[in-house]
Nanobody, 117 residues
Framework: QVQLVESGGGLVQPGGSLRLSCAAS????????MAWYRQTPGKQRELVAT???????NYADSVKGRFTISRDNAKSTVSLQMNSLKPEDTATYYCNARYVWSNRTYWGQGTQVTVSS
């Protein structure tokens, strides 16, 4: 079982940047596909970006060209670099790990990102 801890959220002005990090522990990191999701009150959790253990990435259309997901298997971390932030990016961001052998998923506690002037 993997434990996930996010960090790096905060308040940023429109057009600014933030970098979220997620540290994983308790299991073999390369056995997990990693992802970032986000959620605003009253809405379903939305997939933002994914990265496989081999480094293949995929993005929601709403963040393509602005966000970059990356992982460091040696350090058991996954990051989300967010540039050109917009007010509509305001949400709680969650780190997600999917065990590739069973598809069981795990979640971090979430970190708040607020984009506002």
């Amino acid at each position: 079982q993997v434990q996930l801890v996010e960090s790096g959220g905060g308040l940023v002005q429109p057009g600014g940047s933030l970098r979220l990090s997620c540290a994983a522990s308790g299991s073999i990191f390369s056995d997990y596909a990693m992802a970032w999701y986000r959620q605003t009150p009253g809405k379903q959790r939305e997939l933002v970006a994914t990265v496989t253990s081999g480094g293949t990435t995929n993005y929601a259309d709403s963040v393509k060209g602005r966000f970059t997901i990356s992982r460091d298997n040696a350090k058991s971390t996954v990051s989300l670099q967010m540039n050109s932030l917009k007010p509509e990016d305001t949400a709680t961001y969650y780190c997600n790990a999917r065990y590739v052998w069973s598809n069981r998923t795990y979640w971090g506690q979430g970190t708040q990102v607020t984009v506002s002037s």
